[in-house]
């Protein structure tokens, strides 16, 4: 580099700097001490190598609409296609003004930025200078796909619900706790996203059964993010992790039933739900995200393309998958479903709301989706804080 260069210093710039910006010619002289040319050293002569054209996968209408929507609130969306991997929309809010540091940032403007309460260094699609969130009920996702692939219940079975049960001598309850939601099975146990339904597949799977289907499919480690955007792994709790990295004591029976509905330690963050997604709709391929689409020379040649490619994941059957596919299916379509609310005339919908509480502050709202049922040609993930 000269010292008058422009620099990719943070996110994607930095990461395809050297593709951008090719290499440097060089030209070897020999000169009088008048600085005059004697000779051109020909045999050590490099030609300079042009940069390529990066292309992103983004689609920039939906990452205006993805950052339009995300104004004035604090949260995240990730939006992938399930079929390859290719990332459509990565927004984060509240952001900053890149152009901040071009040229040097001011101390003033750093120190603004710095004592923002909105945080906007964080980048709450990708984890990056935060941990991630509770992902609340979308986390059933996780414990209906365990459930249906352990054997624990069926799509018949049915437990009852009356508001709550009970635990450790408390009532743990369900979100919905006037007289609860009655006699459920799994479709409509998963609609409602009944807690209680959820506390007894916590039950019968117990929590080593949890974890291991939740880093399984992806969570509690990084999707594989280009290494600048700083992508942070979230946690997948177990009863040695609390040993080792609390001071609360023993894993107990309310520890697993928190995380069978999403609650307790568990961190995530949108793009790994949006690829959890993308791993129903598509029949089982857990993604490796891509946000590079293809390079281009200078002449306009393709030079590069991605490839599609599939992580390590737990095997799920096809029966399982199309159990879980169902059930998203009605969250939106029924009539009772917590996510009847963002149905669209013309286009399908399978999706889960989730809620994240906490103990000083709002609840998070998250949703996840995938669209057209039939033929999935996007899933989202979306996070809000205190929303």
Known sequence: YRMTDWIGRMGLEREYDPILRGRRGETWQRRYANNLIEQEIVERRIPPVPGEDCYLSLDSGLQE?????????????AAVDPKTGLILALASSPGFDLNLFQGGVTTEDYQRLLNDPGKPFIDRSTGKGGSGYPPGSVFK??????ACEEGVIEPGTTFHCAGGIPVAGKFKRCHQRRGGHGT?????????SCDVYYY???????PENIAKYARGLGLGTTSGLPDALMEKPGLVPDPAWKILYTSEGKWGRDDTLNIAIGQGHLLVTPIQ?????????????????????????????????????????IPVSPETLQEVREAMHHVVI????????????????????????HDRRPSDAWFTCFAPYEDPQIAIAVVVEEG
Do not use: M
Not at 65 to 77: D, H, P, T, V
Not at 141 to 146: F, N, P
Not at 200 to 206: A, M, N, P, T
Not at 334 to 357: C, F, H, L, P, Y
């Open 200 to 206: 007894h597949l916590g039950d019968l799977l117990g």
């Open 184 to 192: 459920l099975d799994f479709y409509g146990g998963f609609a409602k």
């Open 273 to 313: 739900i949006a690829l959890l997604t993308s791993f129903v709709a598509n029949g089982g391929e857990l993604l490796e995200p891509q946000i590079l689409s293809h390079r281009r020379d200078g002449k306009g040649n393709l030079t590069w393309q991605c490839e599609k490619q599939v992580r390590d994941s």
């Open 141 to 146: 996702i996780v414990t209906a796909i365990a």
């Open 65 to 77: 609409l993805a950052e339009s929507l995300l104004e004035g609130k604090r949260g995240g969306i």
């Open 334 to 357: 029924d009539r009772s479903g917590t996510g009847r609310g963002v149905r669209i005339e013309g286009i399908d919908i399978a999706g889960k709301t989730g809620t994240a509480e």
